[in-house]
């Protein structure tokens, strides 16, 4: 099962737009991680419950580089965009985040 962590850079009516596709999707702030949380908080907080990170924040693609994966990270790298367009974008590339989620060598999914 893919289970999506949207940070809070994203909002939190996506997770209701995604959760056909993604059951498991929750934003940030369902999480009890306080308002607002750190990074590095929401990094170990995916990594203890096997969630991956959906984000727009480079600061996520930092942390993997300092502390390798779980969790893995979906970097969206798509400029601003709608909600709408966000889920769009998250359902159509489904397939190629479930292969990521069960890929043993990637920890990092960048979506352009």
Not at 18 to 46: G, Q, R
């Amino acid at each position: 099962m893919i289970r999506l962590l949207l940070d809070a850079n994203l909002s939190y009516r996506l997770a209701k737009k995604l959760k056909e596709k993604y059951p498991e999707c929750i934003h940030v702030t369902s999480t009890d991680l306080p308002n607002p949380a750190e990074d590095i908080a929401i990094w170990e907080w995916a990594k203890i419950n096997n969630f991956m990170i959906v984000t727009n924040d480079e600061d996520f693609e930092h942390l993997l580089s300092q502390h390798h994966f779980p969790p893995k990270v979906i970097l969206l790298r798509i400029g601003n965009q709608t909600t709408n367009t966000i889920s769009q974008i998250l359902i159509r590339y489904y397939k190629e985040i479930e292969n990521f989620s069960v890929s043993e060598e990637l920890g990092l999914l960048e979506i352009l």
